[in-house]
């Protein structure tokens, strides 16, 4: 079965770090673009970041620049997403998504498997 899963949520005070895990099974991580997105109540879904490691190819949003990074171990065929310096506007459930059809980071992209998503609070 296809599927990613999303882990490392929490409850963190403003300035503080989180990291999320984005667990890939059925296929190779390296082999799909994995974006990470994140929605709050009553707002459309924001993406956050995006990475092929085949291709090199990565993307952040602006209001993440410079304070989150993302990665991927190919050999846990995981993709992680180091968020630091979080601020309360950071508030969300972010969601990891795979698409198999491109090597590259896009905005147009659509994704095939999404996880269940997990909720990141940032108190002030």
């Known amino acids: 079965e296809v599927q990613v899963v999303e882990s490392g949520g929490g409850l963190v005070q403003a300035g503080g770090s989180l990291r999320l895990s984005c667990a890939a099974s059925?296929?190779?991580?390296?082999?799909?673009?994995i974006g990470w997105f994140r929605q709050v109540p009553g707002k459309g879904r924001e993406r956050v970041s995006c990475?092929?490691?085949?291709?090199?190819?990565?993307y952040y949003a602006d209001f993440v620049k410079g304070r989150f990074t993302v990665s991927s171990d190919n050999a846990k065929n995981t993709v992680y997403l180091q968020m630091n310096s979080l601020k309360p506007e950071d508030t969300a459930v972010y969601y990891c998504?795979?698409?198999?059809?491109?090597?590259?980071?896009?905005?147009?992209?659509?994704?095939?498997?999404w996880g269940q998503g997990t909720q990141v609070t940032v108190s002030s």
């Open positions: 998504a795979a698409t198999l059809r491109t090597f590259y980071c896009d905005a147009r992209n659509d994704y095939d498997y």
């Open positions: 059925g296929f190779a991580s390296d082999g799909a673009t």
């Open positions: 990475i092929n490691s085949r291709s090199g190819n990565i």
